[in-house]
């Protein structure tokens, strides 16, 4: 399944750089940057494989992450969170696409209210 957020990402940038204005943690950034981009995210109970994503977008969020943690983890390699558990780069996606056929997903089983 492949997302494309158009050729400059403006919409995708506010939603990532309001992410990384909220977020506490590097946890908390990257979890929510995983909610953009996985439907039913709250029901994911494992996930194998990384989504990927174009360069651009790869990029932007690697520098969101940078700057973040030089500001509130001084001391951790700057960064290093997206390069560890981030999406992977896909050279033959646009900049601002994502891929998530690289993954498989184990949900939560929805609530049964009767």
Known sequence: ???SRGKDGASLKGKIEEVFDKACSQAEAL???YRLFIPNW???KTLAGWPACG???NRFILNKFIVFDYE??????AGGLWLSRGFSEDPALGGWEVD????RF????EPCFT
């Not at 184990?106 to 089983?109: D, G, K, R």
């Open 42 to 44: 709250y029901r994911v």
């Open 1 to 3: 399944m492949k997302y």
């Open 55 to 57: 360069n651009r977008l």
């Open 100 to 103: 998530l056929s690289p993954c």
């Open 72 to 77: 509130k983890h001084p001391g951790t390699l």
């Open 31 to 33: 979890n929510e940057i």
């Open 106 to 109: 184990t949900y939560e089983e």
